[in-house]
């Protein structure tokens, strides 16, 4: 009971037994303070320890709830998706728009004119691009040009009646992802370039600067003139002479020489090459230059001007070799 009165420190004397007695206590109190510091420092242990734990929980495996894909995250990731779309949309039609500008256009064969290489309905693919880099049309090319005028001037056009088709039809046409069915475009075999002369009588052959041609590509039962004898013609230069494979069956150069040009067509009307059939499956071939346009003296009348100019160099340079000759026995002599 005295401890406890000392305890409560009632402010009382004390006697002189009483400061050793509470000396005496006092001692065993010093350990409850280092049991203090010691349970402290147990405590601080024990929250590193916690901490270590949690940071090896962090570097582990996360939990089983953060590792679940919450519905609201698909929802927005979902959202994410449709907002893209337009613009994914957008991108692709204005690539397929540059495409149709400037490299590979398709284009719809709507007549018999190029029969057995083409048939009605065939989708070709035509290179656009090589044009800007200045290349010209070439002979035994299937080009598709524009109509030099009056060509197609009574031509149906292939438009819908239905509204809605049709202008899903110009919209996939724009962007050339579909032939256009209103443009009046013709598609035909290159015969002969600028400077050329062409030309095909009776029944044929058809020749080019005098060399005849062979055509296997020419439908059967039709001779390489067709109905249509013709010429000699000289195609104008940055022209071209055209003619259609179903030579009975074709609007082509030979029906055309009474209009400006004499049938020829101006390379700028030309839209490209031909070089492929895309479609139907089928269908699918290349259009590659026929070996008879490889033939040798084809190009004759190209050459004639340098082998006149080195002719005439030849000639003028001859008085001065004499000149140098006569000098060269003089300087011997002496």
Same mark, same amino acid.
């Given at each position: ?5 000392i305890?409560a420190?009632?402010?009382?004397g004390e006697?002189?037994g009483?400061?050793?007695r509470?000396?005496?206590s006092?001692?065993?109190?010093a350990?409850s ?6 349970t402290a420092q147990?405590?601080?242990e024990h929250?590193n ?10 570097s ?6 953060e590792t679940?894909?919450?519905p609201?995250?698909?929802e927005?990731?979902q ?5 893209e779309?337009?613009?994914l949309?957008?991108?692709a039609?204005?690539l397929?728009?540059v ?5 590979v256009?398709a284009f ?7 029969q057995n290489?083409?048939q ?8 656009k ?5 200045g290349a010209e ?5 299937v080009?598709?040009?524009h ?5 197609l ?9 239905n ?7 110009d ?5 050339g992802?579909?032939p256009?069915?209103?443009e009046k475009? +013709?598609?035909k075999?290159v015969?002969?370039? =600028?400077?050329?002369t062409?030309?095909c009588?009776?029944? !044929? &052959? #058809? %020749? *080019?600067n005098g060399?005849? +041609?062979?055509?296997?590509?020419v439908y059967? =039962? ?7 004898p013709f !010429? &000699? #013609? %000289? *195609?104008p230069?940055?022209s ?11 609007l082509d ?5 009474d209009?400006p040009?004499g049938?020829?067509?101006p390379?700028d009307?030309?839209?490209g090459?031909?070089?492929v ?14 070996a008879t ?5 084809l190009?004759?009348a190209?050459?004639?001007?340098p082998a ?6 030849a000639v003028a ?6 000149r140098?000759?006569?000098?060269a026995?003089?300087?011997e002599r002496?």
């Amino acid at each position: 009971m005295g401890d406890l009165v000392i305890g409560a420190r009632s402010g009382a004397g004390e006697p002189e037994g009483s400061g050793s007695r509470a000396a005496r206590s006092a001692e065993p109190a010093a350990p409850s303070a280092s049991a203090d510091d010691a349970t402290a420092q147990s405590a601080d242990e024990h929250g590193n320890g916690a901490d270590d734990a949690s940071e090896d929980i962090g570097s582990g495996t996360a939990p089983a709830d953060e590792t679940e894909e919450r519905p609201d995250r698909k929802e927005r990731k979902q959202r994410s998706f449709w907002k893209e779309l337009p613009i994914l949309i957008g991108i692709a039609l204005v690539l397929a728009l540059v495409i149709k500008t400037f490299f590979v256009q398709a284009f719809s064969i709507p007549s018999e004119s190029m029969q057995n290489t083409l048939q009605v309905g065939d989708r070709v693919l035509v290179d656009k691009l090589t044009p800007w880099f200045g290349a010209e049309p070439e002979r035994g090319e299937v080009v598709v040009f524009h109509d030099p005028g009056g060509w197609l001037a009574d031509e149906p056009t292939n438009e819908s009646s239905n509204s809605f088709v049709r202008g899903v039809q110009d919209v996939l046409s724009f962007v050339g992802l579909m032939p256009s069915d209103n443009e009046k475009d +013709l598609i035909k075999r290159v015969i002969a370039i =600028g400077g050329d002369t062409v030309e095909c009588e009776g029944e !044929g &052959p #058809v %020749k *080019v600067n005098g060399i005849a +041609l062979d055509e296997p590509y020419v439908y059967p =039962g039709n001779t390489p003139c067709g109905t249509k004898p013709f !010429g &000699p #013609v %000289k *195609v104008p230069d940055d022209s071209i002479w055209v003619m259609g494979d179903h030579r009975a069956d074709s609007l082509d150069s030979r029906f055309h020489m009474d209009q400006p040009g004499g049938g020829s067509v101006p390379v700028d009307e030309v839209i490209g090459r031909a070089f492929v059939v895309a479609w139907p499956i089928d269908h699918w071939s290349t259009l590659p230059v026929p070996a008879t346009f490889d033939q040798k003296g084809l190009s004759a009348a190209a050459p004639v001007v340098p082998a006149a100019a080195g002719a005439v160099g030849a000639v003028a340079l001859l008085p001065l070799v004499r000149r140098m000759r006569n000098r060269a026995d003089r300087d011997e002599r002496s």
